[in-house]
């Protein structure tokens, strides 16, 4: 068990370093000089002024000094929360501007990862075998699956918040309105958040129904059913064992698309210009807002750490042969 | 179904669980049985149908209508007519949506050709050597697969880039950029599977007669996997073109030229939502659609023409 986690530990660290040193290295290794883009922003400046600002941002930006000083300074303040400032956001800590967006992205992708993972699964399961089923729930999920997650949204919102004027179009809460503890702003936060989640939904809803659906199949072929349906079990017992074993290459699967789906919810936004992690990158990308950028790349390298770390634990805990494993056994 | 028996020891060994060693089958009878099923499967053949057509517009299209895709071309914001001149209408700017249709999934079929195929390669290579010589050769590749696979691919986009001059930055730098970063699933199946080969009696025998390790993994081992590797390039080739959909839609996209997944950019930056223009966001979401989810029928459809225990279904 040690062992096992010890392994892991080392690969997840070592990846995160290496991944956190190739996220250091967008500002500095950017052609031409990431202050002087700052100081194109604010006109009018006098030279000395604009040298004497030149020099302050390049020391608000430690980028004055050495690069192993800054590499380590790097570490130091991202040990410490500190990502440094962003320029999009007028000069305010990149932290708190990823902050500000996290609550939106994690209440679109959590449950849409998994409300959709689990109704996949359970509509995959049910259509492998009936035939009336799997005629339907297989094209729909192959088309749901080959769509864009931007072009479904864009259909959404064209359907039912331009045509028939159901759901908000953009944004993550009216205009009119502030973020305040009030059932009037809590119902215009659900109305903003249905079309989003539905888009990133349906698309993740497809992959999973197929791919559950493709292994129960493969389960039941396999010998273990095959002896199960000679023995004369039940085809409700041999197809929970089925479904038991399928479930692994599912659960290995959420973790393969984390990234995937990470990306999804990014298009996903953009297109509902939803106040999320999303949105914020394609600001800072359209702002050449560097630091803003490396904040919030090393926000995604960890939320995807971190969830793969999850879905390991998990494992051990649903497949016994992992177990075995870990135990120096041979499974 | 006569020759089921015959072809389920040798499609066993291909795809999910190599049992059997390694038999000769003439290619003449192979391809033949091959065909047989391929016309009898309705999801192959249907998918191969939507390909087709598919593939008619992108070649033939841009040869047939010549209109520059961007270019103004006509009145800004026609809709759709039976007038063979904007006959899919027109964008906000007056530019023919057709011409952009027809040259976006050009560039759409490029970059998963490329973009899949270069994957595939990489995949390959990584998922046969880690699988065949294992031990520390492994734990090395399947680190780095395993850093791929985490790595922030935009940001490496974007360094990258950002040096580039920009006419490098069409089509092509895109494919093979998605080529170069999105084959690490791949390597882990691959690998998996040559795992579960290389101790075949037939291996042992190529390695007893004194062959090389890597003429043995294109002469012994990648023969008795070739569907699988076939199946994982078209999945390989669809998500590519996903990939450089988003790319394109998030404003990374080539800086030339015209691509499905640009159409939708463009749409989006030129408000086509609100404007209600929607002949300009449609067509381009179909393509995309269509092209990627006929490539995964024409997986599931292949899947049970090389593995006849899902034909019956």
Known sequence: ?????????????????????????????????????LMAKTGGLSPEGAAELAKYYNNLFGLDRPMLDQFIGFWSSLLQGDLGRSVFVHGRPVTEAIMGAVPYTLALLVPA???????????????????????????????LTATPYMWLGLMLAFILGFSLRIFPMSGGYGFNLEPALTWRFFTDLVAHW????????????????????????????????????????????????????????????????????????????????????????????????YFLLQGIFLFIIIGTLLANFMVDLVYVLVDPRTRIGMRGGTA | MTSVTNAESRTEQALGSPTGGATDVPAKKASGEFLYFALRSKKFLVAMGILFVLMVIAVFGPVVDSTDPLGQAGMAMQPPTADPG??????????????????????????????????????????????????????????????????????????????????????????????????????????????????????????????????????????????????????????????????????????????????????TTGAALNLGIWWWFIPPGIGIMATVGALYVMNVGLDEIFNPKLRDI
């Open chain 1, 1 to 37: 068990m040690r062992r096992y986690f010890g392994r892991k530990l080392f690969t997840y660290t070592l990846t995160f370093f290496i991944a956190a040193t190739i996220d250091w290295l967008i500002p500095r290794f950017m052609p031409g000089d990431p202050v002087a883009g």
């Open chain 1, 113 to 143: 990862i998994l409300l959709s993972w689990w109704a996949g699964n359970s509509f995959g399961a049910l259509a492998a075998r009936r035939k009336w089923l799997d005629n339907t729930v297989l094209p729909v999920g192959y088309i």
């Open chain 1, 194 to 289: 249905m079309m989003p989640f539905l888009s990133l939904f349906m698309v993740m809803f497809g992959g999973w129904a197929i791919g559950m659906r493709n292994m129960i199949i493969y389960e039941l072929e396999s010998d273990y059913s095959r002896y199960l349906e000679a023995l004369g079990a039940p085809q409700g017992l041999v197809r929970k064992y089925a479904f038991r074993n399928a479930m692994l290459p599912q659960i290995t699967g959420l973790a393969l698309q984390l990234g995937v789906i990470v990306a999804g919810s990014l298009v996903t936004e953009i297109v509902f210009s939803y106040p999320g992690i999303g949105m914020l990158l394609f600001n800072a990308i359209k702002s050449e807002d």
């Open chain 2, 86 to 267: 904007n006959w899919f209408g027109t964008t906000y700017l007056g530019e023919d949506v057709f011409a952009q249709f027809a040259n976006g999934l050009r560039a759409t079929f490029f970059v998963g050709l490329l973009g899949g195929g270069l994957a595939a390669l990489i995949g390959m290579a990584v998922g046969f050597i880690a699988g065949y010589l294992g031990g520390w050769v492994d734990e090395i590749l399947n680190m780095v697969t395993n850093i791929f696979l985490v790595i922030p691919t935009l940001a490496v986009l974007l360094v990258i880039a950002s040096y580039l001059p920009s006419e490098w930055r069409g089509v092509p730098f895109e494919a093979i950029f998605i080529g170069l970063t999105s084959w690490p699933w791949a390597a882990r199946a691959i690998r998996a599977q040559t795992f579960s080969l290389r101790s075949r009696d037939f291996v042992d025998l190529a390695k007893l007669s004194g062959r090389r390790g890597w003429k043995i993994i294109v002469t012994e081992i990648a023969p008795n996997m070739s569907s699988y590797l076939f199946l994982t390039f078209i999945l390989l080739f669809g998500g590519a073109i996903l990939i450089g959909a988003s790319l394109d839609f998030i404003g990374l996209g080539p800086h030339e030229g015209i691509t499905l997944g640009l159409m939708m950019f463009y749409a």
